[in-house]
């Protein structure tokens, strides 16, 4: 694609040294080649390349990160929550959010039905049951997710760890009961609408961090998965907001459950940050 940029830019970049200036347009070159949002930008209105309203967000370099943490390591923190429900056949996460010393934690609980499981092995081709043996996914009886499991993943991270989650961000589509069941435990529930408008700036600084490497996930393979299976809608403004790419079975739960809790941290920032420092 740089290639082509290159070989074919000049001819195909109106304005070009009128109004447009070549060192701007090198800039952005440059910040594209690493980032796939930006690219699609910059060749749909510098270079005037049509692009699919659906476009891969990022590479798997961007979503890899080694690095890994000790559980530990985070005990007595304030964290932000997340929780992408699905419907209650399908896969669930649930996060936690946590700055400390300027870098970002995440803590991911994934939940599936155990009447289910056999199935999803098989239709997704992903191994969750060595994934349960890993402590990553829990599997709830039924043939259904239970919400009240998800519940009770964050009084255990709080009861065990003492990781404090402030607030939690949710879907409100098809939540009412498992919402006011978190707000019986004493958990402050944040509405986050799955939109562009709403996740656009979220998504897009949840980005920068993995091109960083300022998200420190402990390696899980399972939001790994997640991160290279989204892609990105994007609207007239450039508001961008996640999306199943062209194989629809794959799972993006945990990034939109990441997002959302990034949603609520955008919003949150300032008592976050004021509330660590006491």
């Not at 429900?85 to 970002?104: E, R, V």
């Not at 995440?106 to 098989?122: G, H, T």
């Not at 709830?140 to 499991?149: F, H, L, P, Q, T």
């Amino acid at each position: 694609m740089n290639g082509k940029m290159k070989r074919n830019g000049i001819k195909q970049i109106h304005g070009l040294g009128t109004i447009k200036n070549i060192k701007d347009l090198r800039d952005k070159i440059n910040r594209a080649k690493n980032k796939p949002t930006e690219l699609t930008n910059l060749l749909c209105k510098d270079f005037n390349i049509r692009q699919n309203d659906q476009d891969k967000w990022i590479t798997f370099d961007i979503a890899t990160n080694k690095n890994t943490y000790n559980i530990k390591d985070l005990f007595d923190t304030y964290a932000i929550g997340g929780v992408d429900l699905s419907s209650t056949t399908d896969l669930t996460c649930a996060t936690l959010l946590i700055i400390k010393n300027s870098k970002k934690y995440v803590i991911q609980q994934y939940f599936i039905a155990s009447e289910r499981i056999e199935f999803k092995i098989k239709d997704d081709k992903i191994p969750y049951d060595k994934w349960e043996k890993r402590g990553l996914v829990t599997i709830c009886e039924g043939a259904k997710v239970n919400y009240s499991d998800v519940t009770q993943w964050f009084l255990k991270m709080h009861n065990e760890y003492d990781i404090s989650a402030l607030w939690i961000g949710y879907d409100p589509w098809n939540t009412q009961y498992w919402v006011e069941e978190m707000k019986q435990q004493g958990f402050e529930m944040v509405e986050v609408r799955q939109g562009a408008k709403t996740m656009s700036n979220p998504m897009k600084q949840l980005e920068a961090d993995l091109i960083e490497k300022n998200v420190n996930y402990n390696n899980n393979p399972i939001l790994k998965w997640c991160l290279c299976n989204t892609a990105v809608k994007r609207d007239d403004n450039d508001n961008i907001k996640p999306v199943k790419g062209q194989k629809q079975r794959a799972r993006i739960d945990g990034t939109v459950s990441l997002i959302i809790a990034y949603c609520v941290l955008f919003d949150k920032m300032n008592e976050y940050l004021a509330l660590q420092e006491e």
